[in-house]
């Protein structure tokens, strides 16, 4: 049951509290956007289609890192993957903003009476790029490569440890016959079809990857493709596009025919192309873009709340940070609602507890809502933060004078610089601390922090299905989700005991009890959750806003352009 995960790009934490949100469609989450006024006709005709063609501009603030499906975690490469692979189902957002499991890759399911065996029947008709059938076999290849120990630890593999031989040479996925998958699970698991519409579960070309063995995924011409869309180009740092799949068993139901990602990574950059047409939706938490993108005739403001987290975390084998009262120490320093004020503009949730908002229990009820703020319980009782970190440094032969950690961020852009100078200014008001900030782009931050070449880290993280243990389970042990190498058996007899218990109230005080301990041990600071602010011309309909949405872009109309 080994997992790992790269979280999202700390940079993308910046859109999730300011722009759109989760891994949905065409906003938020890890990137998203939309499009022009009657003054910017010329600017959308260059980015967009010919006469009668349904075009979206939209955008990412990072570089995919890999269209390898079994490698990677960072949600700008993901919502590509949705658009250009197909899932065995897709969570679909309806107008009432509910989800439901509609069938993509299968037509059909069925599972055992013990629940132990799911059988897929595979579609005929959907085919690869390069005219091949899409078979159980290329489903069983990409499930087997993302779920086995080989890229287990590589990519969201972890996610599915609930299938037998997780994590080994040989998990329990095969094809029983081209358009028959099975898959033995180790035990019954309610959120399955969930887990079964997410980038674990997407299929592979086997002949294509054997063919590109260490750089599948890397370029366009290094894969094959089988979803509503094809990426026809990758401009690596400036832009991806992709043009409907004619060869997509539903493309009558595509409306799109061109789709843009740009690459842009300033804010202001961003809010100036949705202002001049080039992008078709755009998020913001400053006021003064804001008010301009209010005063935009056909433009819709939607404003809700997202699934998703800003979170620092510390590399707990780094002395002093394997010291529990030095991270506690870090945590009790900081004012949340203080932070979301002075660096979001107050567009965000204080973050006291590891499981985002949106997420339900058993008994459908947000955990969140019934689970109020365990981190502020244990960090209210920490009335000197200073004295705690001293002590913690004592106990690590450490004195405060020749303390100067080390905190690293993934960024570069303004934005990321005035929330470096605030942590340092926090820090070392409240605790006495020299911080030694650093910024790198995201491909090299993420490599560090993969490394485990860092102290103190921020990231993003989108919960990638609707159930507790997603994010509880990035912190067991054997998962290591979020690179703190945190281990504490107590944490993982809870989180293990909560995934098996069918009570929901008693499911709800395990997750409870394990998210105290969290707070105690504090391998994890919570800074704040995302509240999503987003602007779209109102030519663009059908978007998904759900975080747990995996339907793509294939819904998105903008026939009214």
């Known amino acids: 049951m080994k997992r790992r995960l790269v979280a999202l790009i700390m940079a993308m934490a910046m859109l999730l509290a300011a722009c759109s949100g989760g891994n949905t469609a065409v906003t938020e989450g890890a990137t998203p956007p939309e499009d022009p006024t009657a003054s910017t006709t010329e600017a959308t005709s260059e980015a967009g289609g010919e006469a009668g063609e349904q075009y979206l501009n939209t955008w990412y603030q990072e570089e995919p890192t890999s269209l390898n499906s079994t490698k990677g975690s960072d949600a700008s490469s993901y919502n590509i993957l949705l658009n250009i692979q197909e899932p065995l189902v897709r969570s679909v957002e309806k107008e009432d903003g509910t989800l439901e499991i509609t069938p993509a890759g ?56 609930c299938i037998e031989g997780a994590n080994t040479e040989a998990p329990a996925v095969k094809a029983v016959d081209d358009n028959t998958l099975e898959i033995k699970l180790v035990r019954p698991t309610s959120y399955f079809l969930n887990l079964a519409s997410t980038r674990p579960m997407l299929p592979i070309h086997q ?6 063995p260490e ?23 400036t832009e991806i596009k992709m ?25 202001n950059t961003r809010y100036n192309a949705f202002l001049n047409g080039e992008i078709d939706t755009v998020g913001t938490n400053k006021m003064e873009w804001e008010e301009k993108f209010k005063a935009i005739e056909n433009v819709t403001q939607k404003t809700y709340p997202g699934s998703s987290m800003t979170y620092f975390f510390f590399n707990t084998e780094a002395k002093p940070f394997n010291n529990a009262k030095v991270r506690r120490a870090f945590s009790a320093a900081f004012d949340r609602q203080e932070a979301v004020d002075g ?13 985002t908002p949106g997420i339900t229990n058993q008994a459908g009820e947000e955990y969140r ?31 405060l004078a020749e303390f100067q950690p080390k905190f690293g961020i993934g960024g570069t852009s303004t934005d990321v610089r005035q929330w470096g100078d605030y ?49 509880m389970s990035l912190l067991l042990s054997d998962v290591n989700g979020v690179m703190t190498k945190y281990n504490n058996p107590e944490y993982d007899k809870l989180v293990d005991e909560a995934s098996m218990e069918q009570d929901p109230a008693k499911q709800t005080d395990l ?31 059908g978007m998904a806003y759900s975080p747990f949405a995996t339907q793509g872009l294939r819904y998105i109309d903008t026939s009214a352009r």
Request: glycine share 6%; with cysteine; net charge negative.
């Open 343 to 355: 660096l979001l503009n107050g567009v965000g949730v204080p973050a006291y507890g590891w499981v």
């Open 369 to 399: 809502s019934v689970v109020v703020d365990p981190f502020k319980e244990v960090l209210d009782k920490v009335t000197d933060p200073k004295a705690l970190l001293e002590e913690g440094l004592q106990e690590e032969g450490m004195t």
């Open 243 to 267: 043009v409907k799949n004619e060869n997509y068993w539903d493309k009558d139901n595509v409306n799109l025919d061109k789709v843009s990602w740009r690459i842009i990574n300033e804010e």
């Open 423 to 471: 942590y340092i200014a926090r820090l070392n008001q409240v605790l006495g601390v020299n911080v030694d900030l650093s910024l790198n782009e995201w491909s090299a931050f993420s490599s560090q922090v993969n490394a485990g070449d860092f102290q103190i880290a921020q990231m993003g993280w989108f919960p990638d299905y609707n159930d507790p243990y997603h994010m």
């Open 511 to 541: 997750y409870k009890q394990a998210e105290i301990l969290l707070a105690e041990d504090s391998p994890v600071i919570p800074m704040w959750f995302a509240v999503n602010n987003t602007f779209r011309y109102d030519y663009v309909k």
């Open 215 to 237: 750089n599948y995924g890397t370029e366009i011409d290094t894969i094959e493709q089988c979803g509503p869309f094809v990426a026809t180009e990758w401009t690596h740092q």
């Open 106 to 161: 299968a037509e059909s399911w069925e599972t055992s009476e013990d629940g132990l065996t799911w059988t897929f029947k595979i579609r005929e008709g959907n085919k690869w790029t390069n005219g091949d059938p899409v078979t159980a076999n290329d489903y069983a290849f990409g499930i087997t490569k993302s779920v086995s120990n080989e890229f287990y630890s590589e990519g969201m593999g972890w996610l599915m440890d």
């Open 207 to 212: 002949a294509t990857y054997e063919a590109h």
